[in-house]
T-cell receptor, first 116, second 109 residues
Framework: GAVVSQHPSWVICKSGTSVKIECRSL??????MFWYRQFPKQSLMLMAT?????????EQGVEKDKFLINHASLTLSTLTVTSAHPEDSSFYIC????????????FGPGTRLTVT | GQNIDQPTEMTATEGAIVQINCTYQ??????LFWYQQHAGEAPTFLSY????GLEEKGRFSSFLSRSKGYSYLLLKELQMKDSASYLC??????????FGGGTRLMVKP
């Protein structure tokens, strides 16, 4: 299966600053990647679908101007949390869609964001 | 809308068997997944069901009834390392997964 990495694995930032999270598919060319957010003791919530070379598709209730997604290559998608607030503190996880079936959706290790 | 329900927490004893249930109501259905997630880590794939019936894989089995909108994950010979959250997820369209709230399983000696 695909190997997916995320960087950084954890980050602490001050309120009002922006944070960029990278998701890399190390051995697979990913046309589509997904970004999830997970609050403590809750399940994963899909934020957006990242499509290589085109605009991301955001889920209802997710502010596209606040969560900027760029998928400029087949191996890299980035999520930038702009003007972060403490309520944005969460575990952000990306996954790679192999395109064959969701049986082969591979998850990255996640990024823990804490906004102080 | 999408609705996926599973118990919030369960406790079981080492060596025992535990069944985690999941009921779903979704606008589409392309398969149901079970994932295991340890705290602070990404989910890891356990099983995939798209047809009715039981899929067995070692100590873990998963069952699906599409007509009832119901699935369960069965864990046998529980080990302490099985303490984790178990997530039920439905592929309802286009390879997009909708997750249930997760079931936190605690295995006690």
């Amino acid at each position: 299966g695909a190997v997916v990495s995320q960087h950084p694995s954890w980050v602490i930032c001050k309120s009002g600053t922006s944070v960029k999270i990278e998701c890399r598919s190390l051995d697979f060319q990913a046309t589509t990647m997904f970004w999830y957010r997970q609050f403590p003791k809750q399940s994963l919530m899909l934020m957006a679908t990242s499509n290589e070379g085109s605009k991301a598709t955001y889920e209802q209730g997710v502010e596209k101007d606040k969560f900027l997604i760029n998928h400029a290559s087949l191996t890299l998608s980035t999520l930038t949390v702009t003007s972060a607030h403490p309520e944005d503190s969460s575990f952000y996880i990306c996954s790679v869609d192999s395109g064959r079936s969701s049986y082969e959706q591979y998850f990255g290790p996640g990024t823990r964001l804490t906004v102080t | 809308g999408q609705n996926i329900d599973q118990p919030t927490e369960m406790t079981a004893t080492e060596g025992a068997i535990v069944q985690i249930n999941c009921t779903y109501q979704t606008s589409g259905f392309n398969g149901l997944f079970w994932y295991q997630q340890h705290a602070g880590e990404a989910p890891t794939f356990l099983s995939y069901n798209v047809l009715d019936g039981l899929e067995e894989k070692g100590r873990f089995s998963s069952f699906l009834s599409r007509s009832k909108g119901y699935s369960y994950l069965l864990l046998k010979e529980l080990q302490m390392k099985d303490s984790a959250s178990y997530l039920c997820a439905v592929d309802n369209a286009g390879n997009m997964l909708t997750f249930g709230g997760g079931t936190r399983l605690m295995v006690k000696p």
